[in-house]
């Protein structure tokens, strides 16, 4: 009875993981395992983006970055932002207006439930915060982006 008990758990089990991992895929359809993630990124990419991290403000890259250009996901080379829509917040990172294609990110709660976490939609990794504490003739918003989650493409 125990082993037919232990078959039919392992069974449903796989099953189960087996729907949730395909239903995973098709909601975030460029997702990969954090092993693959470790070979892909840098180890500051990987720490902001996978483990949720924050850089330090004024010692990232693009906090004081003024060229033209675009924001692509430092994980899928997809556009997020542009240097149209970034601002100086006086934060110490790069923050902008509003994102190139609201349909590339997803607003969440983060682990701690205060904050608003930014995330790439297609990966599910973490980009950075966003605050209602933005420029008001621009639409209120403050999406505060870690440097280590995005690559600049200079125009």
Known sequence: MKKVFSISTLVLLVIFGTYFTNAQTK????????AEWKKILTPNQ???MVEQGTEPPYKNAYFDLHEKGVFVSAATG????????KYDSGTGWPSFVKPVNPNMIEIRKDA??????VIERSTGLHLGHVFDDGPANRGGKRYCMNSGALKFVKK
């Open 27 to 34: 909601s975030r359809p460029k997702a990969k395992a954090a």
């Open 112 to 117: 701690d439930g205060e904050r608003d976490e």
């Open 78 to 85: 997809d556009v997020l932002f542009t240097s149209e829509d």
């Open 46 to 48: 990987y720490y902001i």
